[in-house]
C-alpha cells in the first residue's frame, strides 16, 4: 500500500495528542509556491510556509491533499510523490505531524483562498521554517 492510499485514525489534536496534516509542494522555474499566513491566523501567523492543512478524519493523506490543495489554492492535484514526514509545533502549542509530498502535476489557476497571499519564491531562504527551507532546496538541486 502506497503511504499516501493510508488512511490517518486520529482523534483531534489535543495536548498530548498530534494532528495529523498534509502540506503540497509546488515547484517551477526554480521557485516555490508559498503562503503568507494572514495576521489573523489561529496558528502561525503573518510566517511564509508552505500550503497545507489537516487530515480530516477516516481520510486518507492522498485525499486529505488532494482537498487541501483545491481549498487552499483552487487547483487540482494530479500527481505526487511523498518527501518527508516531520513534527512540527505551531505557535498556537497544537503538535503537527506533517506529511509533505512534491506536486508534480496540477490544473487549475492557482489563487489564494484562505492565505493573506500565495506566490512564487525564489529566495528559499524567505521561508520562515528551516526544515521546509531545507527540503524545497534539496528538491530544487541547490546545495544544503
Partial sequence: MDVRDRRIASDPASPRGVAECVSGVLTRNDAVLVEKRRADD?????????????VEPE??????LKREMREELGIRVEKTTPLLVRLYT???GERQRIHYFHVK???GRIRSREAERVYWESNIRNLSDSIERRMVLKLLGDPV
Avoid at 501567523?45 to 497545507?52: C, M
Avoid at 481520510?59 to 486529505?64: P, V
Fill in 42 to 54: 489561529e496558528a502561525d501567523p503573518g510566517l511564509t510556509l508552505l500550503p497545507g492543512g489537516h
Fill in 90 to 92: 505551531a505557535s498556537n
Fill in 105 to 107: 502535476v496540477w490544473s
Fill in 59 to 64: 481520510e486518507s493523506l492522498d485525499q486529505a
